[in-house]
């Protein structure tokens, strides 16, 4: 038995340690929200915030993030309360099929705790290694500009 804090609540759960993140998120604690894209740690499309760093989920046992805080794309907002990088990637129609954006928005979050005003340049170089089919990475950008000014670059 494993505990885990996600989203702010503990769970427990019973897969094997060396289980991958991403498989107990999607399927014991029924978090669908993080997807499986490659995995083997290219995409990002699975990025979730472990004690708020960005990690890749596909390739991380469980039993490493025992004790520690999870936070996936259901942890920052919902259709009711959208976080403000949620809002803006409405706002800016920066999602296409959708299938890479949780794990650009987790990963745009970490890059905003980090770097509340980020330059364009700066925002380009740190969300380049998380990979959209659809070609939506300029969207995307103007969509986390957006955001931090509207966070006010807290
Ligand atoms: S699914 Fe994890 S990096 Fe691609
Ligand atoms: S919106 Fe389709 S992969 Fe990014």
Redesign the pocket.
Known sequence: MLRLVVNGQSREVTADPETPL?YVLRNDLGLTGT?????????????VLVDGQPV????LPVQAVAGQAVTTIEGLGSPERPHPLQAALIEEQAVQCGYCTP?IVMAAKAILDRTPRPTEAQLKQALNEVLCRCGTHDRVVRAVLRAAATMGGR
């Open positions: 991403l997807k499986f894209g490659c995995g083997l740690g290219q995409c990002g499309a699975c990025t890749r989920s596909c390739m794990g």
